[in-house]
Nanobody, 115 residues
Framework: QVQVVESGGGLVQAGGSLRLSCAAS????????MNWYRQAPGKQRELVAT???????TYADSVKGRFTISRENANNTVYLQMNSLKPGDTAVYYC?????????WGQGTQVTVSS
């Protein structure tokens, strides 16, 4: 079993920055990939960014050039640096961890961007 805990959300004005963190913990697991998703009220959950165990990174078009995903392999932590935030980025942000055959989700952290 793997526990996934996000932190770092909050309220920020448009144009501001936030850094989200996601820590995975447990026993005897090997991470294949870590993702950030987000879900705005009334909308489907969408993939924001991915980083794989071999360092491949992808972003949703809506956040390219503004968000940066990074990872500390030693402590199974992934970060999402969010710059130039827009009101449209307001959502609950979720971290997902993929191991061999299993998916684990965090509880989510709220990001609110005011105009």
């Amino acid at each position: 079993q793997v526990q996934v805990v996000e932190s770092g959300g909050g309220l920020v004005q448009a144009g501001g920055s936030l850094r989200l963190s996601c820590a995975a913990s447990g026993s005897d697991f090997s991470i294949n990939a870590m993702n950030w998703y987000r879900q705005a009220p009334g909308k489907q959950r969408e993939l924001v960014a991915t980083i794989t165990s071999d360092g491949r990174i992808t972003y949703a078009d809506s956040v390219k050039g503004r968000f940066t995903i990074s990872r500390e392999n030693a402590n199974n932590t992934v970060y999402l640096q969010m710059n130039s935030l827009k009101p449209g980025d307001t959502a609950v942000y979720y971290c997902r961890v993929t191991t061999k055959g299993y998916l684990y989700w965090g509880q989510g952290t709220q990001v609110t961007v005011s105009s």
